[in-house]
């Protein structure tokens, strides 16, 4: 079993940062991409941004720019720095994982308040 679980989530203004992380544990697992989803009240779960095991990177255009995600392949972790944020960003925000299947942690909380 692979377990993934998010931290870093939180309350913040328009304007300000968070860091997300997403640990990956249980059967160790090399990933062939992890990255990050959110879903706002209402609305479907969309892609935020995903990293290959080889480092290439994919964005959603409303956050290219802001957001940067990273990796560290030999700790399995994910990570989503998301700076200048907008309460447009509000949302639950949800760690992917594929290799064989395709895994999802339980999602961490981001509101940003105007």
């Known amino acids: 079993q692979v377990q993934l679980v998010e931290s870093g989530g939180g309350l913040v203004q328009a304007g300000g940062s968070l860091r997300l992380s997403c640990a990956a544990s249980?059967?160790?697992?090399?990933?062939?991409?992890m990255g990050w989803y959110r879903q706002a009240p209402g609305e479907q779960r969309e892609l935020v941004a995903t990293i290959t095991k080889g480092g290439t990177t994919t964005y959603a255009d409303s956050v290219r720019g802001r957001f940067t995600i990273s990796r560290d392949n030999a700790d399995n972790t994910v990570y989503l720095q998301m700076n200048s944020l907008k309460p447009e960003d509000t949302g639950v925000y949800y760690c992917?994982?594929?290799?064989?299947?395709?895994?999802w942690g339980q999602g961490t909380q981001v509101t940003v308040s105007s």
């Open positions: 249980g059967r160790r697992i090399s990933f062939n991409a």
């Open positions: 992917n994982a594929v290799s064989n299947f395709n895994y």
